[in-house]
């Protein structure tokens, strides 16, 4: 049984003082998930925000429907000039999102302490 997708963004500075939006999923991300996932990209301003952070620390489940929205929305940052590190990922998922070439858009940390040092 899938939970519901949440999602909500936090902005926080890199530390080297830019922007950072982190974009905090909680629950299971499958294909009704569209909204939770790429509605709260897309509802970033894409002038001020070039690092965003996808935070998967609370997502328990991540289906094939939910790797291709994940997948969505990396491609529309790299178009859009923007950097994505994700990072809470469990070792079943950070070696799933190896296998599916995520790594080529976004860099993969173990937790937000370490994403934001590479920023």
Do not use: C, W
Request: proline content about 3%; glycine content about 6%.
């Amino acid at each position: 049984m899938e939970s519901e997708t949440k999602s909500h963004v936090d902005q926080l500075k890199s530390p080297s003082g830019y922007p950072v939006a982190i974009l905090r999923f909680e629950g299971d991300i499958a294909s009704t998930s569209k909204d939770a996932v790429l509605g709260a990209y897309e509802g970033l301003p894409r002038e001020t925000t070039k690092l965003i952070l996808l935070d998967f620390t609370r997502v328990d489940y991540i289906n094939s429907s939910g790797i291709a929205l994940i997948i969505q929305l990396l491609i529309q940052a790299a178009h859009a000039g923007q950097t994505v590190f994700a990072f809470g990922l469990s070792a079943h998922f950070t070696k799933v999102f190896t296998m599916v070439g995520i790594t080529k858009y976004a860099r993969l940390f173990p937790n937000q302490a370490e994403a934001m040092a590479a920023l």
